[in-house]
């Protein structure tokens, strides 16, 4: 069974450990778009409502006091100003209610200006209906599951042989410098501030935990350290060759 939390060992040695430090914990950060729940009543419910304190804290505590269990959720500023959302994966069972008396439970709140139910599509398989686009920072991402990316490595390297993961590299290159400009360009950001940010950005995205250890402006280099990186943890046991090339060329 693997640890759930992950410690990270601090580098004494340098300066720069002080300033770059990262959570000392992690944990896997499990998001609430999909749900698997045999044999219980679950729903997905939207909530929107106004934008003021206590607002989540007052359907949370409705919720419970009708032994509702949130399992999951997210909350998240509306399109409209001075509204929210909150979405929220439930299960009643046992209560004896149904997600319909629910729904009324909540719009008869004051604060609450419209509840969206969603059921399983199947029994006991839930999916997220009411969130598109997927937004980071305002920018539009998707998600893909490391098996699908690996899959896609597998098969350009079967096709184009070395010359596929060349032709990945490049990608990452190219990626890293759009990415760079963006920094630079929004937030005015230069030299190791624009690394350190970059950086810090892999470990909420899911490539891997990274970190800048050694800063050297006038030889413009840096160290970087990444644990548990996307495209190597699929070979953790494998051959000891190199297995980032989107990543490198990204850096």
Known sequence: MEKLWVERKEDSKTAESDILRLPRWYYPLAL??????????????SIVSKDVPGAMA???????????NIMSGLITSASQQGKSILTIFIDYSGTGLTIESIRNTLLSL????????NTPIYEGLLIEQFGFPLLLA???????SLDCFNVMIK?????????GLVLFYEMGKYAGEKRARHLKEVFDLHGWQLVMVALSETQPTGWGIAELTVINEEAKEWRV?????FE??????GTKE???????GYL
């Open 32 to 45: 609430p778009l999909i749900n698997v729940c045999e044999e219980k009543s679950i729903a997905e419910i």
């Open 242 to 248: 190199c297995r980032s090339h989107f990543f490198r």
């Open 155 to 163: 098969r350009m390297q079967s096709i184009l042989g070395t010359s």
């Open 232 to 237: 190597c943890t699929p070979f953790r046991n």
């Open 138 to 144: 305002g920018r539009r991402y998707i998600l893909m």
């Open 58 to 68: 007052l359907i949370s505590s409705i919720l419970a006091s009708k032994n509702i």
């Open 110 to 117: 004051k604060i609450v200006e419209d509840v969206n139910i």
């Open 225 to 229: 350290s990444v644990k548990d990186l």
